[in-house]
């Protein structure tokens, strides 16, 4: 790890401008916000693919198989269950005649 | 520019003649992912994903912004995250597919039910379970490093280590805490703070004996029987930290939680040397402190009041004055004629209202009052529900419009202009005594000023102090009329009652 200062700076940055778009976020969303963030934390999977897939000892792969399967739960859960209920979140239907389309809400 | 080779190419590669692109671009490319035992070419292409992930990851999060462009985030979100995924399978000689499939598809048959059958009042079981997922992912990446660095090179550098062992700690206490949140958010688990003699004392002494490890190990990292007590310190801190804390301060201490889920991946990044991880793991870490901060505002606490607190024991004190006044209770017939006379109706939903099940019912409800022509909003305490902005999922799935759902911030000032403030299932972020009563454990809490409406009616199960165990005085006032019995019950009685009135 030769990268220290670099990589600091990178967290810092990223720390930064995490608070600045986060503090935009609707209130509305917040639950929705923290599946979203779950998912791409879970980004983690690309550590766990090293591990388990290159043909380390047993143990090693055991690990990172098992690290694999949890952050894939949540990559795959967190984006399917954000997705829900994002849809669920609808504007005022308009008056009658002009009915929006089911399902496209929250576009 | 000197050339620090970062990677070793194949023998008789010249760098310089086959990188596409200008030295310093090259390493700091390289920097991104952190290996290099690849083509240029493959190189670039891995280091191209990393990147457009990266900032789609940020759009996807600046989508969020408005309900009506967030959808666009997920999708932005999920491209980001493929390209990841496919970048890294390019990048890394992989040899054990079948592990990977196996990871992949045991992942998805857990990660899909928890999606797609999750009922929207368990989504905060869900997120305590996902960030347990996340953090146990990181903890194990963390492990098996360690273990595979040593068998390697036979020692870690002071800081690489340090770091890991700041990863592993962090990433196994948000494991058992989140599955304490997860047992008790299910119920598994009493609900109620549990508390013994010297509870802070012994948490702080296993954290500090936990850091000690951890330094010990930074040190001399060839002590490797001293790493699974360490994991083990973390996993036991985890578990005693969740026990004093009550439903109450669910919300802040998952949005905590999963601000340490997110640093432990982040803190996995510069482990691996891999920014994209620390990119990643910084922006979920920023979101949980900012969601933390914003429950902690909302219930005027401290973090370490949240943490060390107990909050939620009922409260034993001058119970004589508060007893011997009496409550106006009214009929549903009597309510609803109210409710038809009203110009503008305000409820107050609190997670009682989710409890009964009623959400579906107070969507009738809605209807048949903005039929009648009566404006009806929800005014929205930022801690109602278990988890930050649980009570707008709950009213959007029944089809109630975001757009009649208002923060606290934005509806107090329309309460003294409300012909009737109709509180369901919400009890402590009502309490007028929040404003005045200096003993009580909620003062300073911001509230919903449903006291300043012209009518105030409260439907409540029965006279049982909420979370914070306080007496609410709102149920106390001329103006206020109780509602007794199951929410759903009676704004099903409520809705009938309309009804009826609709069609004379």
Same mark, same amino acid.
């Given at each position: 790890m030769a990268n220290l200062p670099s990589h600091l700076l990178v967290f810092v940055l990223a720390a930064f401008l995490g608070l600045e778009v986060i503090r935009r976020v609707s209130p509305l969303l917040h639950t929705p916000l923290m599946s979203l963030t779950n998912a791409i934390s879970a980004i983690s999977v690309v550590a766990a693919i090293e591990i388990a897939g290159k043909g380390h000892p047993g143990y090693a792969t055991a690990l990172g198989t098992i690290a694999l399967t949890c952050s894939f739960a949540n990559i795959v859960g967190g984006f399917l269950i954000t997705d829900r209920m994002l849809r669920m979140f609808k504007r005022r239907e308009k008056p009658k005649g002009q009915t929006a389309k089911p399902g496209n809400g929250g576009r | 520019m000197v050339l620090t080779a970062l990677h070793s190419f194949p023998a008789g590669l010249p760098l310089a003649a086959e990188s596409p692109l200008p030295k310093g671009l090259t390493e700091a490319l390289a920097r991104? %992912?952190?290996?290099?035992?690849?083509?240029?070419y493959t190189q670039l292409m891995v280091h191209s994903s990393y990147?457009?992930?990266?900032?789609?990851?940020?759009?996807?999060?600046?989508?969020?912004?408005?309900?009506? @462009? @967030?959808?666009?985030?997920?999708?932005?979100?999920?491209?980001?995250m493929l390209a990841a995924i496919i970048g890294t399978l390019l990048a890394h000689q992989i040899v054990n597919?079948?592990?990977?499939?196996?990871?992949?598809?045991?992942?998805?048959?857990?990660?899909?039910?928890?999606?797609?059958?999750?009922?929207?009042? %368990?989504?905060?079981?869900?997120?305590?379970?996902?960030?347990?997922?996340?953090?146990?992912?990181?903890?194990?990446?963390?492990?098996?490093?360690?273990?595979?660095?040593?068998?390697h090179s036979g020692n870690i550098p002071p800081v690489p280590m340090g770091i890991l062992c700041l990863e592993v700690l962090l990433g196994s206490l948000t494991v058992t805490g989140s599955m304490m949140a997860f047992g008790k958010l299910q119920e598994l688990l009493p609900g109620r703070p549990i508390t013994y003699r010297f509870q802070n004392i012994i948490n702080f002494a296993l954290l500090g004996g936990a850091l000690v490890l951890g330094v010990l190990l930074t040190i001399n990292p060839q002590w490797k029987f001293l790493f699974p007590v360490f994991i083990g310190l973390g996993l036991l801190f985890g578990f005693l930290l969740l026990l004093p804390i009550g439903g109450a301060d669910m919300p802040t201490v998952i949005a905590l939680l999963n601000s340490y889920a997110g640093l432990s991946a982040s803190l996995m990044g510069f482990v691996l040397d891999n920014q994209m991880l620390i990119v990643a793991g910084a922006l979920d870490g920023a979101s949980g402190l900012v969601l933390s901060i914003i429950m902690c505002k909302a219930m005027n606490r401290s973090f370490a009041n949240v943490l060390f607190g107990a909050f939620g024991q009922v409260q034993a004190r001058a119970e004589g004055a508060i007893e011997q006044r009496t409550v106006r209770s009214t009929t549903p017939e009597e309510a609803?004629?109210?409710?038809?006379?009203? @110009?503008?109706?305000?409820?107050?939903?609190?997670?009682?209202?989710?409890?009964?099940?009623?959400?579906?019912?107070?969507?009738?409800?809605?209807?048949?009052l903005t039929k009648r022509g009566v404006s009806v909003k929800?005014?929205?305490?930022?801690?109602?529900?278990?988890?930050?902005?649980?009570?707008?999922?709950?009213?959007?799935?029944?089809?109630?419009?975001?757009?009649?759902?208002?923060?606290?911030?934005?509806?107090?000032?329309d309460f003294p202009g409300a012909d009737v403030a109709l509180v369901i299932g919400a009890n402590d972020?009502?309490?007028?005594?929040?404003?005045?009563?200096?003993?009580?454990?909620?003062?300073?809490?911001?509230?919903?000023?449903?006291?300043?409406?012209r009518t105030v009616m409260v439907i409540k199960r029965s006279m049982n102090p909420g979370f914070a165990g306080v007496e609410n005085e709102l149920y106390y006032l001329d103006r206020t009329l109780m509602l007794f019995g199951d929410a759903k019950v009676v704004v099903s009685d409520l809705v009938k009652e309309l009804a009826e009135a609709g069609k004379r």
């Open positions: - | 991104m %992912a952190g290996h290099g035992d690849i083509d240029p990147i457009l992930a990266v900032a789609l990851f940020v759009l996807s999060l600046k989508w969020l912004s408005s309900p009506a @462009s @967030s959808r666009r985030g997920v999708l932005a979100g999920e491209i980001g597919w079948e592990w990977i499939i196996v990871g992949l598809v045991l992942g998805s048959a857990i990660g899909v039910p928890l999606a797609v059958f999750m009922p929207m009042t %368990a989504v905060p079981q869900r997120t305590a379970l996902s960030h347990a997922f996340g953090a146990l992912a990181a903890a194990l990446v963390g492990t098996a490093h360690y273990y595979l660095e040593m068998e609803a004629e109210i409710l038809a006379d009203a @110009s503008l109706v305000i409820v107050a939903p609190g997670y009682g209202l989710a409890v009964a099940q009623a959400q579906h019912k107070v969507r009738e409800l809605y209807d048949l929800f005014a929205i305490h930022p801690v109602a529900g278990r988890m930050p902005g649980h009570m707008n999922v709950l009213l959007a799935e029944a089809d109630i419009p975001y757009t009649d759902l208002v923060e606290m911030e934005n509806i107090n000032g972020v009502t309490n007028p005594g929040a404003r005045h009563d200096r003993a009580s454990p909620i003062y300073g809490m911001p509230i919903l000023d449903v006291d300043k409406a």
